[in-house]
């Protein structure tokens, strides 16, 4: 963990991050798109884990809409 390797949206080649470069790349991305580089909500995460996996939901683990957006600045 804590590496990327390929291509990136908008095409940009970020070959190999690690460490400070990949906490830099990420918290410059999250700043120009206007969102938090920090989530704390537990059912955002969920939806995040599901997305990045591809893999549906187990049991007992259904995201919820309610309640705040769980972003924080």
Same mark, same amino acid.
């Given at each position: 963990? #804590? @590496?990327?390797?390929?291509? =990136?949206? %908008? %095409?940009? &080649?970020? #070959? =190999?991050? !690690?460490? &400070?470069? =990949?906490?830099?790349?990420? !918290? +410059?991305?999250?700043?120009?798109? %206007?969102?938090?580089?920090?989530?704390? &909500?537990? +059912?955002?995460? &969920?939806?995040? +884990?599901?997305?990045?996996?591809? +893999?549906? @939901? #187990?049991?007992?683990?259904?995201?919820? !809409?309610? #309640? !705040?957006?769980?972003?924080?600045?």
């Amino acid at each position: 963990m #804590g @590496e990327l390797v390929g291509t =990136l949206c %908008g %095409g940009a &080649d970020v #070959g =190999l991050l !690690t460490g &400070d470069a =990949l906490v830099g790349w990420v !918290t +410059r991305s999250c700043l120009a798109q %206007g969102v938090p580089v920090k989530v704390t &909500d537990g +059912r955002v995460i &969920d939806r995040m +884990r599901v997305l990045l996996s591809g +893999r549906p @939901e #187990g049991p007992g683990r259904g995201a919820s !809409t309610a #309640g !705040t957006s769980g972003l924080s600045s």
